[in-house]
């Protein structure tokens, strides 16, 4: 079974500051894809990156990019020039291609802003 | 707005009470889940569907029920409600695939379920 580890349960960074969030992944499959999910105290699920495991490019989002090392099964997400409204709790999160596409979700990591 | 809705938002249960959380979309996609969310800790599936009429068991499937009678709709029951059963629950959905635009998975904004 396909699991996914997020082994920082909080962080902290000062705000302007550059934060890495760590994922690491355990799977099988060659052809899947990668997520990281901010949720903010209401509780919404927010889709900040994805990342296809075919692709050999890391995604970028603006101020969010992903280190995607598919051979060591790691998958961090960078925050550059934090913002006060980043502060969530970000899940990682996988789902393969073929057969039963169930989505995973890592255990969270608490970002905390400090101004 | 086109999405994934979820009923209801909130709802209080008393232990062994039965209820039916609802969830529907309508973006034609052929996958579905239903996750729960204790506090602190991450989304853990309960049930998955990857079509009409199919169902499969997630992590954490004991003491729920789910049915998926056609694509729009699939929804979650708890026959005898427990304390342990209290939690948010989020509904999802997708269609993943390679050559598909803007492929990502959908979320409903959650139930808060509190059984006393």
């Known amino acids: 079974a396909q699991t996914v580890t997020q082994s920082q349960p909080e962080m902290s960074v000062q705000e302007a500051e550059t934060v890495t969030l760590s994922c690491t992944y355990d799977t099988s499959e060659s052809d899947y894809y990668l997520f990281w999910y901010k949720q903010p105290p209401s509780r919404q699920m927010i889709l900040v990156i994805r990342q296809e495991a075919y692709k050999q490019q890391n995604a970028t989002e603006n101020r969010f990019s992903v280190n995607f090392q598919k051979a060591a099964k790691s998958f961090s997400l960078k925050i550059s020039d934090s913002q006060l409204g980043d502060a969530a709790m970000y899940f990682c999160a996988y789902i393969r291609i073929q057969g039963a596409q169930k989505l995973v979700f890592g255990q969270g990591t608490r970002l905390t802003i400090n101004p | 707005n086109a999405g994934v809705t979820q009923t209801p938002k909130f709802q209080v249960l008393k232990t062994g009470q039965s209820m039916t959380l609802q969830c529907a979309q309508d973006m034609n996609h052929n996958s579905m889940y239903w996750y729960r969310q204790d506090p602190g800790m991450g989304l853990r599936l309960i049930y998955y569907s990857a079509s009409e009429g199919t169902t499969d068991k997630g992590e954490v499937p004991n003491g729920y029920n789910v049915s998926r009678l056609n694509k729009r709709e699939f929804s979650l029951r708890l026959e005898s409600a427990a304390p342990s059963q209290t939690s948010v629950y989020f509904c999802?959905?997708?269609?993943?695939?390679?050559?598909?635009?803007?492929?990502?998975?959908?979320f409903g904004e959650g139930s808060w379920l509190t059984v006393v």
């Open positions: 999802a959905s997708s269609d993943l695939g390679r050559f598909l635009s803007g492929n990502t998975i959908y």
